[in-house]
């Protein structure tokens, strides 16, 4: 009799953001950069339906309790920091961020239980990677095996957790510590236009940190879904250039979400024959993404709250953000079955089940 695969499950999570908030401080910076009168008043407008609060900077404030942006600040230098500047700042802040997320976890996390190690990051590098730093300050084995998911954006965080769970099927004894942790405010970029300031505007710091294994308690993970949408390549860009990544976020992106999940196949794609199942667990990148995503699934407005609720507290983390949904479900005591679906580059959904 051939033996099943052990049921892979999200035993627990954790989050963490930094204690600096920035986002009334980027939209005093970014109104009066829009010369144009009709250009501020769309600014001004969809700032303040943005269903954002709050997003969090690991920069830390000036000497005077300024803003990254104020003078003394971060990007206080002609022409803002050069890229490398940036990635020095990616080395220092990064794992201790990440460290602060993983000692959320408490006495879940038995370092001497973990067997590997998946990390997803897309804002900065560093060599050795931030992989090995995180295991040299746990203290794992030297043995633990790696894997570091970098630069797939926003839906990277469903890849870390899609690969835990491979891990633990094919190794029923294996204690997978998944780990994502993302700086997007290291990449302000200079712009004098409304859409790329509102790409700007949705982007924060943050940091999860999850115990998978075999063990029979917390989220059950289930199989996972991958779907690149066609003629969409161009609608979000994370290119690295001289001062920073550079994001192109193109106002096409949530009619082009609305459209394709609203297509039959597409669903069928993503949620087999019954559709979309009663939890969702979605992507906060941002309350049009949110938007689409309800209308063209025809649920109803509280289905997508535990996203809604996560954007408004710490805006778009990239691929931490999705593991923040997942965070507020479990803190509820959700059991399934959902789905965690994100979105990005590409344009691409990523998702994987989930259940009791």
């Known amino acids: 009799m051939t033996t099943p695969p052990p049921s892979p499950r999200l035993n627990?999570?954790?989050?963490?953001?930094?204690?600096?908030?920035?986002?009334?401080?980027?939209?005093?910076?970014?109104?009066?950069?829009?010369?144009?009168?009709?250009?501020?008043?769309?600014?001004?407008?969809?700032?303040?339906?943005?269903g954002i609060a709050h997003r969090w900077s690991v920069l830390p404030?000036?000497?005077?309790?300024?803003?990254?942006?104020?003078?003394?600040?971060?990007?206080?230098v002609p022409g803002l920091p050069p890229t490398s500047v940036r990635m020095r700042a990616y080395a220092d802040h990064a794992p201790e961020l990440a460290m602060q997320a993983i000692a959320g976890l408490g006495d879940m996390l038995d370092p001497a239980r973990i067997t590997h190690l998946v990390v997803a990051s897309c804002t900065g590098f560093v060599a050795p990677g931030i992989d090995q730093i995180i295991a040299r300050r746990l203290g794992l084995s030297v043995a633990v095996e790696r894997v570091l998911i970098g630069f797939m954006g926003c839906y990277a965080g469903v890849t870390a957790l899609r690969t835990a769970r491979h891990i633990v099927r094919s190794e029923p004894d294996a204690v997978v510590l998944v780990v994502s942790v993302e700086l997007s405010t290291l990449h302000l970029s200079l712009a004098d236009e409304p859409e790329p300031l509102l790409a700007m505007l949705q982007f924060s710091d943050g940091a999860a940190a999850g115990i998978v294994s075999a063990a029979p308690h917390g989220l059950a993970l289930?199989?996972?879904?991958?779907?690149?949408?066609?003629?969409?390549?161009?609608?979000?860009?994370?290119?690295?250039?001289?001062?920073?990544?550079?994001?192109?976020?193109?106002?096409?992106?949530p009619g082009r979400l609305r459209e394709a999940l609203a297509d039959g196949p597409v669903q069928r794609a993503l949620f087999?024959?019954?559709?979309?199942?009663?939890?969702?667990?979605?992507?906060?990148?941002?309350?049009?993404?949110?938007?689409?995503?309800?209308?063209?699934?025809?649920?109803a407005p509280e289905a997508l709250s535990d996203s809604r609720s996560v954007l408004a507290r710490f805006g778009n983390m990239s691929s931490a953000t999705i593991l923040f949904v997942l965070a507020d479900m479990m803190a509820r005591g959700a059991?399934?079955?959902?789905?965690?679906?994100?979105?990005?580059?590409?344009?691409?959904?990523?998702?994987?089940?989930?259940?009791?």
Do not use: C, N
């Open 272 to 299: 087999g024959d019954g559709g979309p199942p009663p939890l969702l667990a979605v992507h906060a990148g941002g309350r049009s993404v949110l938007d689409a995503v309800e209308h063209a699934l025809g649920v």
């Open 12 to 50: 627990a999570l954790a989050t963490a953001v930094p204690g600096h908030d920035i986002h009334q401080s980027f939209i005093d910076w970014a109104t009066p950069r829009l010369s144009d009168e009709r250009a501020r008043a769309i600014f001004t407008r969809m700032a303040a339906r943005s």
């Open 335 to 356: 059991k399934g079955p959902g789905i965690a679906i994100a979105f990005g580059p590409g344009l691409a959904a990523e998702a994987i089940r989930f259940g009791a």
């Open 222 to 253: 289930g199989e996972g879904r991958s779907l690149a949408l066609g003629a969409s390549e161009d609608l979000i860009r994370w290119d690295i250039g001289d001062r920073g990544f550079e994001m192109t976020l193109s106002g096409e992106v």
């Open 61 to 76: 404030p000036t000497a005077d309790g300024g803003s990254p942006v104020a003078a003394g600040g971060f990007y206080d």
